[in-house]
């Protein structure tokens, strides 16, 4: 269902304004608060967004936005338009709801029409609105037929259509896409961004989808309990994760905790459980507690060598690029999964490190080393002090 934009809007802004504003906002449920946001800035024309695990608020998030959760604290402003108290018919906002909510003894046209009836539109441009909207998701050609008539995709899209016959200022979805098996979300990815890129509407898009997060938005905005944990794009959050948090939620990482352990030739390595690997961190002091992350497809494998140091000929490892030599260790799981390989190395009792390779790995059970560039090392959190 959509909302008509009923309430007077102040003078649009530039397009480099804040479209939406969230203020100190707070929401709960029987005493029991599930959502504390600080401030959260909403571009006008963006994509955005609102990405973590089950609980975390970011439905309840979307629904203060919407008006169907009254909050606790704060404000939400669109063009500088306090709309904290008002009702959600008033915001001028579109809403795309998880299971499309289309009626199912209605056309599809008359779907896509049923906000503007309620609008009271008038016939003639309500004609000129749904045919309009059909036309953005190509379904002209089915304005006649009722949902079950339809695929699972074909229904998203008159949804869709039906939310932005409003013309609304913000459109909303929640989790849209999850009812879609997998090929048929990826295609629908592929639509709804470039239909959001050719109207430059504003667009709120909560999903748990990792991958649908990052292929769709200009920025993410990655939440857990309750928190915005980190706003950024999604180069900035995978390379980037502001906190342990996002670099474990946010595709995949190996975590090392550790501490820094002087060897004996004078270099400094990291003590991570039984283990000492060289993170690659440079000015690790001997004793400083540290926690670093490697993204799996910035490992690199190689079988070990003949003296099972994995060593070239000349005596310098053999690894391709910048990575070197961090450890040895023993394969201890190895999978297929189309695109690449998975590895498992174990390293020690209780530490492991996960790659992810082009190539194929040595089989379960071998001697492998493994190494990283540097640059591909992620600092997450590193003591100010020798303890």
């Not at 998030?61 to 404000?75: H, I």
């Amino acid at each position: 269902m959509t909302s008509s934009p009923q309430h007077p809007h102040a003078p649009h802004p530039p397009l480099d304004a804040p479209h939406i504003e969230i203020d100190g906002l707070a929401s709960g449920y029987e005493g029991q608060r599930v959502l504390d946001v600080d401030r959260l800035s909403i571009r006008r024309g963006e994509f955005l967004s609102v990405l973590g695990p089950s609980g975390c608020g970011k439905t309840t998030l979307l629904n203060s936005l919407a008006g169907f959760v009254r909050p606790t604290e704060g404000r939400i402003t669109i063009d500088g338009v306090d709309l904290t108290d008002v009702p959600t018919h008033r915001r001028g906002l579109g809403l795309v709801f998880q299971n499309y909510a289309l009626f199912p003894h209605m056309t599809v046209a008359d779907n896509v029409a049923y906000g503007l009836k309620v609008r009271r539109v008038e016939r003639a441009e309500r004609t000129e609105r749904v045919t309009e909207a059909l036309r953005l998701v190509g379904l002209e050609q089915y304005a006649a037929r009722r949902p079950k008539q339809l695929s699972g995709g074909q229904q998203q899209r008159v949804a869709v259509a039906r939310a932005l016959a409003t013309r609304p200022a913000v459109l909303l979805l929640d989790e849209p896409l999850s009812n879609l098996d997998a090929k048929l979300r990826r295609e629908m990815r592929v639509e709804l961004r470039e239909l959001q890129q050719r109207l430059g509407i504003t667009m709120v898009f909560v999903t748990h989808d990792q991958e649908e997060a990052m292929s769709l938005s200009d920025r993410i905005a990655v939440m857990n309990g309750g928190r915005l944990e980190q706003l950024g794009t999604p180069t900035e959050i995978y390379r980037t994760p502001a906190t342990r948090f996002v670099a474990e939620f946010i595709g995949a990482a190996n975590i090392l905790d550790g501490t820094g352990a002087g060897a004996a030739d004078g270099t400094t390595t990291l003590a991570v459980g039984a283990a000492r690997l060289d993170s690659g961190l440079a000015g690790v002091r001997d004793g400083e507690a540290v926690t670093v992350a490697v993204r799996p497809e910035r490992v690199a494998v190689l079988p070990a060598g003949g003296d099972g140091d994995g060593e070239s000929g000349n005596g310098e490892a053999a690894f391709p690029g910048e990575s070197v030599r961090r450890g040895s260790g023993i394969v201890g799981y190895r999978a297929f999964t189309g695109e690449a390989w998975q590895t498992q190395i174990v390293v020690a009792e209780g530490v492991a490190i996960n790659a992810r390779t082009a190539e194929e790995p040595p089989e379960v059970g071998a001697s492998v080393v493994f190494g990283w560039a540097a640059s591909d090392v992620i600092v997450l959190e590193r003591a100010e002090k020798v303890i």
